[in-house]
């Protein structure tokens, strides 16, 4: 029988085959070594897609320390795996604070958070290690803000690099990424046919296009919930129905909030909706569907499916999926391997760029030239040409008055 | 802690939810009995959903028997919780014949077959209960190729209605449930991203046609292979790369086979694949991904997850879902409760059409009444509204020689 | 300057290099020779594309004369230089009976009929001649209707070939050819910009489908109207809204219909109609939007753009297109060329059909092996190559009692 | 008869029709007076939306000079029949210096650019005129291409506002304005059916994304050439095939460059193509097409409808359309009004921004405010209602460090 060991190589070995992207990183770090001796510090989900990027920046010569960015999204047999070969700190939810200034002890010079824990706690338990550090980089929009309230202070003492932010990584991980996974999460919780049913997309940010795309691609019908006036027009403009989420709670079967405050869906929605209407949350925090609400009218609440619970009305049910957390990491498995390629490609380049330049403190951009290596490397990996440019034509577009034509 | 039978009552309550027809077929059966008395066998798989089924018939008067047509396709937590309200033989693989005969025993006067093998054992073994039978129904093609073949040797002694047929049934089972499940089956066996792949889809059959659309709304590049033409040509008009599977083989990332034929994908298209590339079957039987030749060619074949094989190739590597089984039963759940509901509305209403009506001996289609009625009610189940014709409309259409205009 | 002879060889030219599968036919016709001697009457739309299919039938052997099925259908400068190669009777809306009548006088021996005009005439005025015949073709479902009353009562004395219910003009006409030109009708008419206009289509019959698909593939949100429960919930499960076309009516911006029977947009529904609503039909006649009631409710009626007119009505303003008559032929070209290529193509091969073979009085749906015949041409023509069925695979679909598997 | 005054008038009418934000804001302006006394010079097509525009600017106060930016898209009739209300300088191609430096006369105090001809001539012939001036706007990235080389080079006297840059003209404009209308020239010059075309679309910037989108809304199957590999790998992405221009070249059926530089189309590309591939250009100007190369190898040309021509190359031909010259002016009517619209209204409130504010030196983005504004407003038109944040909603937002959930 397999050991917890050997189940987590074969997790990291099927996730390699999947991130072909970060492999032709690895190889170049290989023969280039531009990571030689760095002490690099991670606070990621501890996953098999982790473990690939751990391997990719070892290959380059760093010594990797790595601990849950969240301490309930550690993959175990994953970590029993990975502790043969690199650092692990992952001792869950009660060991999580441990685990971190684990990762500080070892004195980091670059950083790979998710959420500015290991900048978080640099800055404020261990001031004395920033000085000899190269930088971090950062995965959240949530951690980014932490940053940049730092960064206003004065306060911000490394350069740090804003991964989640490059165009690869929106596209990836938000439009294609989430928008297969969400709609993957809700068919494995609910086995619903999507064909025929009116799905409500509250929220029009990128993920809420991803998931109202992929929901169309399933022939839903959808409806799309805005605040931003621009949002909202592109969305119509795209051929969606647009309304406010009170006129759409009477018309949805399912809802999927993505939207980032609390409270989308609340009372005054619910009490709207038709019988059955499904409830999922695609945002990162389970505060969009007001649980507080859903418990305080219901007359009745159970579980009928595993991850979903039945908010019985008078004579209607309504039907809320994983609690409200996040839907595709609690009912399916997050994002595929290769949105996470991507991702980690980005990270993996963005961490060599911090040891091999001069940055000032500060977040900043990924470079252009990042983004376009790794969107060149992910069309290889597709086995996908493109054209490059004549001499002629480049020097045409170097023109500041081109010829208006014959 | 929950039991079988709890877990097996819940889930049946459950796919009640999702089958509004049934539901409603069943309390106007419940009004008017019009199976009282009735003794039906059902050889169908042994899930949620068939449970429903049976209480609608029984709702309707109907005294049922069930056993699995496919031994491997029990839920055996439905099985149980059924068992108390009904007569179950659902034994297992090892007892599959003596079900079926166990079902003959109680001489059932209306049958329903997924395969035709309660009408194929009462022609061979029971021909004496043959004359007191209202008639039975049939669910796939291959079932009515025999039931059609028994026909033309002038043997069949009982009305069939082609349940499969109908057309509510071809859009519902074929190309929306399938479409949707086959695709699931293959994302959870691996997580793979399908925005960006080329998605190779063999046999543009109904399911064909399915799978082909929603390949496309993940965002999938989408290639066609036919043999016929005319389906080769819509394949074609609908916006599809149509070519030869041996070229196509060169090209695609995932292969879905579902043409009803053996050996479609073999030697020489495996020859030509990228590594990596993903097969999988969508078809019934598991011989259309030739396995012999997968076997004899590769150099080493072991499971890197659950329902994932990899064979080896020198560099190359091919993985093989489920076995070549069919993927959306193997890795997924399944057609959707709401695409049964269709389905088995179709087997009760033409249940009670058998029982109440007078036919001659053969294979019949669904009375269009029937397919309307049912159409009629989903429609209704999904709180829409249709137009009806104007008196003055319908005397328009009635006429033989309308105006041409003003 | 170029002459109308010029301008109408220049328009011929161009529709057979769009005509491919007719080319292919034509080569083999010059070779075989089939209707060596064969006098063929047709009464069609006198296009570019006819002109076309008349020297496909020439070049086999026959000797053509022309009219016109539709007075109004006459591209003069075709006519003018088709004369110079075939018997042409095109002279306008007061000489159309005379022309119709001109060419039974040649005595055809098979007829091509587009609303039966020919063959209906022989029945009641050339009796002699039918005796003489092969038999016709027709590619109306009104001229159908006029030849199935006939037939059923036990008049129609030749055999029928029914084209318009093949299934490859099904597809090419309805679906992709209407599909286009309608909206092509439209945007010519008026440069709307359909993307964020909400598109109700009245009526999913084929064309439906086609109008309906592209509408939504210009970004347009479609709701769709039927009367018929299958239909509608078909048009559901695609991803359309379905409602009744008095709820429609207040939201819909640009309104098209396609039903076949008459004021299917009437008094009640202009009345919730919104201000600027554009209203077209696509249905062979017009009658589907009532003219009475636009005219007998508005305060004002006037042309602002060609084939636009302004109905006011108080504060409100609805838009007609080209009179309520068909908007593709009206507004636009009527189907591309490489639909009509299908549709003769069609006719051509069935026209050879009768000929060669013998057929009983009645009508018939296009053999099998002329569809596929058809569709492999043009494939041909669209550089796709497809699969044959191995000698293994065939044989197994011969059986009727195919293994189950391994 | 009409009069071309009246038929100017009927067609300023229409587009006033289609052009509810612009009316919105006239209202708005004819009420607040922002203009009041300012002299406005415009360098515009001049067309009916134009004319929308100026009436718009003139019930702000304003008084309007306008001259056209392309002296070949000059609607005679509208030109006509707003000289009785505006100062209107429209010669055409022999006048049109004139025409510029008669706008230039009336001592303009906004400028209205479409190419930066205005400001250009102001900065090199009228530098005296530019310190009164209150700054200009910009509809063209050419024209910002100068303006930006004269901020770089500190001779940039005025502020200007980059109307072309804004986030609703991109989506609008170019996305589904062009996208649209690109496709409508086509059909319109061809007739072609595009479902089951091979189309190739060279370019996938905002354009060509618009045009990618429609023409597999047309059913048409789409394959993607790029340079840019982040662009590239997002056609990937979307389900697009995507390969070299030398590839395609052999595949296509329609070719259509949208790319800015020249001879993306050329020799080496004409050698490979199909037998009667169709070329047409979407770019700005005729020069990505090479006709050098195409009249250079062809053995003859001729034109076989208006807009189409004919090159021969041995037993192959290539059809070129509108010469080359931008296909949806050239062969369609550019874009919508309802596009306009948005254009429109973006320069009315630059406009007016300009006047009211206090703006440096330099090229502007269109503030934030204004997009919304201008997106309120086009929403309103279509009906749309959209959601706003509640107060906690807001204040959440407004947090550095939210709660991560419950």
Redesign the interface.
Known sequence: MATSSDRGL??I??AD??MPVLRSIRERFAREQPLAGVGVGACLHVTSETAVLVRTLQAGGASVSLCASNPFAIQEDVAVALSAESTVFAGGPDAWADDVASVLTLAPRVTLDDGADLLGALHSARPDLLAGMHGGTEETT?GL??L??LEAEGALAVPVIAVNEA??ER??NDR??A??SVL?GI??AT??????QTVVVLGYGWTGRGVA??A??????VIV??????R???A??????????L?AAARGDVFITVT?????LRGEHFYRM?D?AVLANAGQ???EIS?ADLRSSASSVRE??PL?ERFEFGDRALYLLAGG?VVNLAAA?GH????MDVSFALQALACEALVVGAWAPGVHAVPDAI??EV??L??AA?????????D??AD??SL???????
């Open positions: 074969a997790r070995e099927w085959g999947q949530t803000l932490r940049r309230a165009r690869a596209a990836f294609f990424g928008g297969q993957d068919v494995r086995n619903l046919l999507l064909a025929g795309l992929r169309a691609g399933f022939g839903a019908s919930c805005e605040v931003d006036p621009l909202a027009l592109e119509r403009m795209e051929g969606f129905a647009v309304m406010p989420a006129e980032g405050v609390p409270d989308v038709k059955g925090f389970d505060v649980l009928v499916l979903v957390r498995e595929p391997a290769a949105v983004e376009r969107a060149a992910k069309l597709l086995d996908v040409d493109i054209d490059v440019l004549t002629a034509q045409y577009l500041t008055s081109p010829p208006r034509g014959r």
